[in-house]
């Protein structure tokens, strides 16, 4: 049985990505010039990590450190839509809703789960997590 604070994670971590990957395909769609683009993205991976703290992060966890807190988790949680982004800013590839929508579905389905137990690995070695 999943305690409360798993079952509030699922919807909570889905309602970020939309609200990210969302973001991220009208900055790159609509918003003129890279600069302008990137100051946007940071503005709304800044937003992020202040929600990723006040609704995401469990304070009373006593198996993660300060550390795993206050960095683990950004780092965890927003690392591929921001990487992402860069690279999708960068990429000469037509930047259509189709492709944009199958991209970030890609990267929500395979990518973040991937780079989850790879940053969960790496917290565990720094002794940021332990059991």
């Known amino acids: ?3 409360d604070g798993l079952q509030l994670l699922v919807p909570v971590l889905a309602l970020l990505y939309f609200f990210l990957y969302s973001l ?4 790159m769609r609509r918003v003129a010039g890279r600069t302008r683009a990137v100051t946007l993205y940071c503005m709304v991976l800044i937003l992020s990590v202040a929600f990723v703290y006040l609704v995401m992060v469990e304070w009373d966890n006593h198996s993660e ?3 795993g807190h206050w960095i683990g988790a950004p780092v965890s ?3 591929v839509p921001a990487v992402t982004f860069f690279i999708d800013l960068f990429s000469k590839k037509n930047k259509d809703v189709r ?3 199958l991209r970030s579905s890609f990267e929500v389905i395979v990518l973040v789960p991937i780079w989850f137990t790879v940053t969960f690995i790496i917290e565990y070695y720094l ?3 332990y059991f």
């Not at 991220?24 to 900055?27: A, E, F, M, N, V």
């Open 1 to 3: 049985m999943m305690n």
């Open 99 to 101: 492709a944009c929508v």
């Open 127 to 129: 002794g940021w997590f």
């Open 24 to 27: 991220k395909c009208l900055i």
């Open 65 to 67: 450190t300060a550390l």
């Open 77 to 79: 949680f927003l690392t």
